[in-house]
């Protein structure tokens, strides 16, 4: 299988070495950079921005295009040029190929189903996004399934909780405090792109959205003690989702993702087959603990 990452960065880079062992893989970055981190994991590499049918035409043709781009962390108009803009010129330039892909896979976010007041959600909940910027990333999941319909593609969602990971482990935001109440939904970089080469690899999920999160979505203060007392620290201090509220340095987009709160089910992917190389936080944070520990001498 030919295998096209757009958008090659934290989690495509791992989907690459993974995919690169049985497979072709090419990732696709913007930056000289980014380019040279693909090299680096060992597999090929084009330098091309996804919103550039020009730049995509150097791109080789491929069986299977996962598209991974993010905008950067920057607003909602700079989301919408990447997710949507970005997303559809990249099928479109794709399907157009004389031996086009037979299918797409689009990472996009847990933010989309917005508040449930805690309770579980999976591939049957409503989404509600209640940010500019999610509301973007649910148009791409139309996007994603629709537009690759009109060109005969079939379209998969995969839609990723909170990345963390190698350079993303962020234990001084729990272990400092305060923590705000609420539920964490996570997955490993590891299983974010072991779950979409497993989707890609097994030909599972074509037309559908599948929730990519680990086994268990944790309570923030139970999280933070737990890390507290792994790192051997005195666990932080605790402020209630009201406390976080009422502070004057939060913006609007900052004060709904507070008042969002959800667990989210991986039932379907399990289903599907795939194996979790770390199920929980447990096992996920155990070599970032040990590093922290061991700096702390």
């Known amino acids: 299988m030919r295998v096209a990452i757009l958008g090659c960065g934290y989690v495509g ?13 090419v990732g696709v970055r913007r930056s000289e950079s980014g380019v040279g981190a693909i090299e680096r994991a060992g597999f090929e ?35 919408r040029e990447i997710y949507v803009e970005g997303l559809r010129t990249a099928i479109e330039a794709f399907a157009a ?10 990472t ?13 959600v999976d591939e049957d909940t409503e989404i509600d996004p209640t940010t500019e910027k999610t509301r973007v990333l649910a148009e791409a999941e139309r996007v994603a399934v629709e537009t690759t319909a009109d060109h005969g593609i079939d379209g998969t969602v995969a839609r990723l ?3 963390y990971g190698p350079d993303r482990y962020r234990l001084d935001r729990y272990l400092d405090g305060p923590v705000t109440e609420g539920y964490l939904n996570m997955v490993h970089r590891r299983d974010a792109a072991g779950a979409i080469g497993h989707l890609l690899t097994a030909d599972l999920a074509r037309d559908e959205v599948v929730l990519v999160t680990d086994d268990e979505p944790a309570s923030k203060w139970e999280f933070a003690d737990w890390l507290a007392d792994q790192c051997g620290v005195e666990r932080p201090p605790k402020q209630t989702t009201a406390e976080r509220l009422a502070a004057d340095d939060l913006s609007a987009a900052a004060k709904r993702r507070i008042e969002t709160s959800k667990r989210c089910s991986n039932r379907k992917l399990r289903a599907l087959g795939y194996e979790f190389a770390y199920p929980t936080f447990r096992e996920g944070y155990r070599e970032a603990i040990a590093a922290y520990r061991a700096a702390r001498g």
């Open 108 to 120: 996009s976010s847990t933010g989309v189903y917005g508040d449930h007041g805690g309770d579980w």
């Open 45 to 79: 590499a084009v330098r091309a921005d996804v919103g550039d049918p020009g730049d995509l035409a150097g791109v080789p043709d491929a069986d299977a295009v996962v598209f991974a781009a993010s905008s950067g962390g920057r607003g909602a108009a700079a989301a």
């Open 161 to 163: 909780s909170g990345l």
């Open 97 to 106: 190929r004389s031996e086009p892909p037979d299918r797409l896979v689009y």
């Open 13 to 25: 880079i791992e989907l690459g070495r993974l995919l690169a062992l049985d497979h072709e893989v």
